[in-house]
């Protein structure tokens, strides 16, 4: 597992070896012992990236998701190879199938983003190798994620303020896709998928309206919104997914009470959770 100390890596890391399988995880501290070695790595999983800081770190954010992915694929003997993308790449698209054409601007900063992932994607793709394959991930949430994206910088923000400040428009929209129903499609793709390209998404959008709503009721936030514009990511494909393996549901208005816990108070429902 390449990327092991992100959440996506430390989350995958956990179910693979609860299912029983035996787990290398390469962090950013071991990756350049991992590289030096050049000793068979078997069937890999690379979920090595820059986020919500990409804007500030772009040489470092093209190394994460192109140079390495390269030195990867030239270097290390694989059985076979799961590049870990993003459904940001659709942000300027109007359909999302895996197969349509996507559209980017070279000269617009946050592009920068979508630019890098889709050049990783395709030193992938253009491997004829079949065990290479590529799942775009769309906003993934859980208990223990960070603060890097939208939905868990308003969390920080109301477990430690009891208020939430919102800077784009509550009818902006996002798909959003449990980092449990992440792990499982992952390991599906990884194992036996038929196809060499997956959205893993959960299909349905949610509006920042009906996420402060739900913690609003439940934890008595309140929600200061001083952004205009609604920014309306499109609905993501993943018929692909659903007819291959299960499809992840759209639970994230269920979960966010839970979610809003203070961390202490996740960690032992957590424990608890996991006695049961």
Excluded at 60 to 87: K, N, P, Q
Excluded at 160 to 165: F, I, L, P
């Amino acid at each position: 597992m390449l990327g092991a100390g992100g959440y996506v890596g430390r989350a995958m890391v956990a179910h693979l070896r609860a299912e029983g399988h035996e787990v290398a995880a390469v962090t950013r501290e071991t990756l350049a012992g991992f590289l030096a070695a050049g000793a068979p790595a078997g069937h890999v999983i690379y979920a090595i990236g820059l986020t919500g800081d990409f804007r500030a770190r772009p040489l470092e954010t093209a190394e994460a998701h192109v140079g390495i992915v390269a030195r990867v694929l030239a270097e290390v003997a694989l059985d076979s190879f799961l590049y870990l993308s993003s459904t940001r790449v659709y942000a300027r698209s109007e359909l999302t199938r895996e197969d349509a054409a996507i559209e980017v601007a070279p000269g617009v900063a946050s592009d920068l983003y979508n630019i890098t992932k889709l050049a990783g994607e395709a030193l992938v793709l253009g491997n004829a190798r079949p065990t290479l394959r590529v799942a775009r991930l769309s906003n993934v949430y859980g208990p223990g994620m960070g603060t890097d994206s939208f939905l868990g910088q308003v969390l920080d923000e109301g477990r430690r303020s009891g208020s939430v400040s919102i800077h784009q428009g509550l009818l902006s929209t996002k798909d959003y896709v449990s980092i449990d129903d992440v792990v499982r499609a992952l390991t599906a793709i990884a194992e036996r998928g038929q196809a060499r390209l997956y959205n893993v998404a959960s299909g349905r959008n949610t509006t920042h309206d009906a996420i402060v709503t739900v913690l609003a009721r439940s934890h008595g936030w309140s929600v200061e919104a001083d952004g205009n514009a609604a920014v309306r990511f499109p609905r993501i494909d993943i018929t692909r997914l659903s007819s291959e393996f299960a499809a992840p549901g759209n639970e994230i208005l269920t979960a966010l009470p839970h979610l809003a816990e203070p961390r202490s108070r996740m960690a032992a429902l957590a424990e608890a959770e996991a006695r049961h």
